[in-house]
């Protein structure tokens, strides 16, 4: 068992396109391995569908009326947060950001699209690259639902990226995904508290035909009597069109897939997808079912996270890295 010690946080601006993205550096207390130059292993953490902070908690403060706003229970914490302390107890940094127009991020997120997301994702990885304190030889992504599907794109052109953990991730067309977590949620009900999400699924069929269309937005009314937000449709449009497993079949890495089996926005079969197709493309991926949780992993276990995290340290392996940021690496 690891000693639990103190990680420490760092607020950090990056620059992403003409917007700056808010976010926390954490860096473990334990001193980093003697053979790596003083420097930690670390992984970006990217969150999950609709405005998210860098917990990876639905954003209620940038988006009063969407989300209820009830207060989170003592002792818990957005999945991406949990995520970020137990690698830190076990010697891994990581970087987590707001969202485009989330927590203290700029920008709008309701105007941005998928394509501009996964840019954010890349000019992270980009702005961590010239901390000295962390290895670039050992980097690795933990993507969260749509995360997930940044993550993959992100790897797929970056030879640096070597271990990825996919915690809920689609597998399918959006277009799948929104049809069969919009019946999911209006079974069970799950988060179906906060307006947007309602809304959201309302409106589903809706959206699918005009992201279809090539239509540039869509209007969604979180709650009654609130205002109209007009969605752009383009990151939907790219979605129905880029599913994972087409972006899983161009990957080589080594990849372990979480699921909770309780998950009402993705299904625990697009996980089972997602490690045919990594298998079928020469990779060995682990999917591991969570028990009674759902797509935010809140009922798992502080020991659950833990071994999640635990699997990430074990496949940071140091890797061969471009001339580039072999040079990089070496001016420190």
């Known amino acids: 068992m690891y000693p639990r010690r103190v990680p420490r946080p760092e607020e950090i601006g ?43 908690g639905f954003d ?6 969407w989300f209820a706003t009830e207060p989170m229970p003592a002792g818990e914490a957005g999945l ?15 970087f987590r950001y707001d969202a485009r127009g989330c927590g203290a991020s ?31 030889a050992r980097t690795g992504i933990v993507g969260h639902g749509e995360g997930a ?10 030879p640096a990226v070597g271990a990825l953990t996919l915690v809920g991730a689609p597998a399918r067309s959006l277009r799948d995904l929104l049809r069969r977590g919009a ?19 309302r409106v589903s069929e809706e959206l ?14 979180p709650g009654l009597g609130g205002a109209a937000v007009a969605l752009n449709l383009a990151g939907w449009e790219q979605a129905i069109h880029t599913p994972a497993l087409a972006m ?17 926005w993705s299904h625990p079969d697009e996980s089972r997808l997602l490690e045919a197709a990594l298998r079928g493309a020469g990779n060995e991926p682990m999917l591991r079912l969570v028990p009674g949780a759902g797509h935010d992993l809140a009922e798992a276990s502080d020991d659950a996270i833990g071994s999640i995290a635990a699997d990430l340290v074990d496949r940071l392996l140091p890797r061969d890295l471009p001339p580039v940021l072999l040079t990089l690496q070496e001016l420190g």
């Open 14 to 56: 990056i620059l992403a396109g003409s917007a700056t993205l808010a976010g926390e550096l954490i860096l473990p207390d334990a001193p980093p391995p003697p053979d790596r130059r003083g420097r930690h292993p670390w992984a970006l953490l990217l969150a999950s569908w609709l405005p998210r902070n860098r917990d990876g």
């Open 60 to 65: 209620a403060q940038r988006h009063p009326g």
């Open 80 to 94: 991406l947060r949990r995520l970020a302390f137990a690698l830190a107890e076990r010697g891994v940094a990581s």
């Open 106 to 136: 700029e920008g709008d997120w309701a105007s941005s699209d998928l394509f501009t997301r996964i840019d954010d994702a890349r000019d992270a990885i980009g702005a961590m690259r010239s901390r000295p304190e962390l290895d670039l």
């Open 149 to 158: 599907l940044i993550g993959l794109s992100v790897a797929i052109a970056d």
């Open 183 to 201: 019946a999911a949620r209006g079974r069970t009900g799950t988060d179906r508290q906060h307006p947007m999400v309602a809304a959201f699924d």
């Open 208 to 221: 699918i035909e005009r992201a279809e269309r090539r239509e540039s937005s869509v209007p969604i009314q």
């Open 248 to 264: 899983a079949t161009m990957l080589h890495r080594s990849v372990s897939l979480i699921h909770g089996e309780g998950d009402a």
